[in-house]
């Protein structure tokens, strides 16, 4: 995903998924994290779709999946204290926050691109993966 021709970047991304029922793998894509060494850049999107996971899952915590993906927005922007990991610079905060994980969020596999403008590539993945 690249704009007007300045330097690019590769970068790295996860989707993050609620899975309600861990053990039967079912989900829904409810953000992204983005990270790009070369731009220094880690950021996370997400949205919530109340009806949809609902619809799915009736039985989901709304607000607790809602939590959680705030928190790793704050692991992504370096907020440490109040139970937050103390991770240090952004490669290991992205090492963390993708690391395979049985809980009601979870990143799915890292894939990769190149990018001149990280920002807009995340809410363009978030378009595209999480609608």
């Known amino acids: 995903m690249t704009g007007n021709g300045g330097p690019r970047h590769g970068y790295q991304y996860v989707t993050l998924r ?3 029922r861990v053990e039967r793998e079912e989900f829904v894509n409810v953000g992204v994290i983005l990270y790009s060494q070369g731009a220094d850049f880690l950021e ?4 919530v779709d109340e009806d949809r996971l609902r619809t799915l899952f009736p039985e989901v915590d709304v607000q607790a999946v809602a939590d959680t993906l705030e ?4 692991v992504c922007r370096g ?4 139970g937050l990991p103390t ?4 490669g290991r905060r992205f090492g963390w926050l ?3 994980r049985s809980t ?5 596999p890292i894939h990769g691109g190149l990018t001149e403008d990280p920002a807009a590539s995340l809410a363009a993945l978030v378009e595209r993966l999480v609608g």
């Open 104 to 108: 009601v969020v979870q990143p799915g």
């Open 79 to 82: 907020v440490t204290g109040g």
């Open 87 to 90: 991770l240090g610079g952004l």
């Open 98 to 100: 993708s690391a395979p």
């Open 71 to 74: 928190t790793v927005c704050q």
């Open 44 to 47: 996370a999107s997400y949205r």
């Open 18 to 20: 609620c899975v309600p």
